[in-house]
Antibody, heavy 119, light 113 residues
């Protein structure tokens, strides 16, 4: 059974940093492209970042470019999102999701982890 | 960026009736070399992550009931739910994966009338 389990969310002050993790199991993690998608409370889905199978290609939404870094450890079957210079409008549930290829939509999703940026 | 616009924002449909949700992209998501539309539909129920229903605009994900169907090409797409069931109450999102930054529609909230 495919499982994606996010962790690392919490309350952080504006300007602070947080690292999210997503532990994958039940599939060959190293063969899948991975995404982060976020959802502010009561709002819609917003794509954040994508990484290819070996970590050599990364793409970001303009709103997080230069502040967030997506990475992966295929030996540990884990995806990461390093978030720096956090802003109040980064407050959201962050989902990790998997995609079979670079031109496939995310298919499996985790349950999400809540990041709250507030003073 | 490709802007995805859904209509309506919300709709109420009777049990057993048909629900239709539209999605328009600001530019074509049809890739001419393989004639595929890079358009997906997701269903999200309260407190749950999104669930992939449809990809390539009209291909149903494994395990998705056949009352869900997708159609359209280029810039205009439709999700149709036939014989609406109570468990279909959710927010539905269209999503383009043609190019980064990937984008989603604003969502359509489906309720029972």
């Amino acid at each position: 059974e495919v499982q994606l389990v996010e962790s690392g969310g919490g309350l952080v002050q504006p300007g602070g940093s947080l690292r999210l993790s997503c532990a994958a199991s039940g599939f060959t993690f190293s063969s899948y492209w991975m995404h982060w998608v976020r959802q502010a409370p009561g709002k819609g889905l917003v794509w954040v970042a994508r990484i290819n199978t070996d970590g050599s290609t990364r793409s970001y939404a303009d709103s997080v470019k230069g502040r967030f870094t997506i990475s992966r450890d295929n030996a540990m079957d884990t995806l990461y999102l390093q978030m720096n210079s956090l802003r109040v409008d980064d407050t959201a549930v962050y989902y990790c999701s998997s995609a079979p290829g670079h031109n496939d939509p995310p298919d499996y999703w985790g349950q999400g982890t809540l990041v709250t940026v507030s003073s | 960026d490709i802007v995805m616009t859904q209509s309506p924002d919300s709709l109420a449909v009777s049990l057993g009736a048909r629900a239709t949700i539209n999605c328009q992209s600001s530019q074509s998501v049809l890739y001419n070399s393989n004639n595929k539309n890079y358009l997906a539909w997701y269903q999200q129920k309260p407190g749950q992550p999104p669930k992939l229903l449809i990809y390539w605009a009209s291909t149903r994900e494994s395990g998705v009931p056949d009352r869900f169907s997708g159609s359209g090409s280029g810039t205009d797409f439709t999700l149709t739910i036939n014989s609406l069931q109570a468990e279909d109450v959710a927010v539905y999102y269209c999503h383009q994966y043609y190019t980064t930054p990937y984008t989603f529609g604003q969502g359509t909230k489906l309720e029972i009338k």
